[in-house]
């Protein structure tokens, strides 16, 4: 079973270009969630989906965007790259709402931007 | 404001000795909490989770932790650790219908 599944793993981008993360689940989980893991400030959610077609803002949107539109499918769009989106970035899935279900996480995807 | 709190960055211990790793949390209500751990380059895995019951609650490798309402803790511990628990170790918690919040982890570094 794969599990959540994070491309790519390693990224290197120049200020102002764009990319897409991709992340894909094969749990047919309900709940999908885009966080970035900076040193010493553990996870911070940027957006979460409930189901396909419907998105929501977590605790950092700015500078990012998502779309939904399968079940097993959850990409972060990032638009004009800044510093200040070096980071590790997880997504994860849940079958059902949170905080009471287990999230299972991806392996990761760390972006650089220079 | 609802907070979590791991205290200790960075823990050194040896192997075989025993370990607790501290996580306090601020809620107002009874919280669901996890522990959760992170090898290096990985993601983050599912140590044990606390939502009722048996205040003390047992988890995969060996890992346990105790939910004590009065202090508002979650502590992790393990009696005697190996040189794979090296590792980020993250409390998250969470209440109602709200999202986890992480604590910012402590790094668990294993002495021969």
């Known amino acids: 079973n794969a599990g959540v599944t994070q491309t790519p793993k390693f990224r290197i981008l120049k200020i102002g270009q764009s990319m897409t993360l991709q992340c894909t689940q094969d749990m047919n989980h309900n709940y999908m969630y885009w966080y970035r893991q900076d040193p010493g400030m553990g996870l911070k959610l940027i957006y979460y989906?409930?189901?396909?077609?419907?998105?929501d803002k977590g605790e950092v949107p700015n500078g990012y965007n998502v779309s939904r539109s399968t079940t097993e499918d959850f990409p972060l769009r990032l638009e004009l790259a800044a510093p200040s989106q070096t980071s590790v970035y997880f997504c994860?899935?849940?079958?059902?709402?949170?905080?009471?279900?287990?999230?299972?996480f991806g392996a990761g995807t760390r972006l650089s931007v220079l | 404001a609802q907070s979590v709190t791991q205290p200790d960055i960075h823990i050194t211990v040896s192997e075989g000795a025993s370990l607790e790793l501290r996580c306090n949390y601020s809620?107002?209500?009874?919280?669901?909490l996890f522990w959760y751990v992170q090898s290096p380059g990985q993601g983050l895995q599912l140590l044990l989770k606390?939502?009722?019951?048996?205040?003390l609650v047992q988890g995969i490798k060996g890992f346990e932790a105790e939910f004590k309402r009065s202090q508002s803790s979650f502590n992790l511990r393990k009696p005697s650790v190996h040189w794979s628990d090296a590792a980020e170790y993250f409390c998250a918690v969470g209440v109602g219908n709200e999202k986890l919040t992480f604590g910012t982890g402590t790094r668990l570094t294993i002495i021969p």
């Open positions: 989906s409930v189901g396909a077609g419907i998105t």
């Open positions: 809620y107002g209500a009874t919280p669901y």
């Open positions: 994860a899935s849940s079958y059902s709402m949170p905080p009471s279900d287990i999230q299972y």
């Open positions: 606390y939502f009722s019951g048996d205040t």
